[in-house]
Nanobody, 123 residues
Framework: VQLQASGGGSVQPGGSLRLSCAAY????????IGWYRQAPGNQREFVAV???????TYAESVKGRFTLFRDNAHNTAHLQMNDLKFEDMAVYYC??????????????????WGQGTQVTVSS
């Protein structure tokens, strides 16, 4: 799976960005797609996932501010981020193959990561 993440940038607190994840060479319409983020010094953390059927799960920290949606016709998934806060600043990564584990929750596939896109929030 080849994934291309885009849409990162620099915004002020309260601003918005839309991240996109595009898959090439494959179709991910049957997969759960997710976004993770990693801030300097921190571990990569879950942000949101959307299943093939459109069911959504968000991290508590982004609920009500972020919206994840997918466009299977174009093999893309988008993360609309509104009301961005300083703590949202991180490198964001998409994953095109998440599996739900009964104990671990959503687990991303090691070979389905896109390159990261930087989100900077500063005043």
């Amino acid at each position: 799976v080849q994934l291309q993440a885009s849409g990162g940038g620099s915004v002020q607190p309260g601003g918005s960005l839309r991240l996109s994840c595009a898959a090439y060479g494959t179709t991910f319409r049957k997969n759960a797609i997710g976004w993770y983020r990693q801030a300097p010094g921190n571990q990569r953390e879950f942000v949101a996932v959307i299943t093939s059927g459109g069911l959504l799960t968000y991290a508590e920290s982004v609920k009500g501010r972020f919206t994840l949606f997918r466009d299977n016709a174009h093999n893309t998934a988008h993360l609309q981020m509104n009301d961005l806060k300083f703590e949202d600043m991180a490198v964001y990564y998409c994953n095109a193959d998440l599996r739900l584990d009964s104990k671990l929750g959503w687990v991303p596939s090691d070979d389905a990561w896109g390159q990261g896109t930087q989100v900077t929030v500063s005043s």
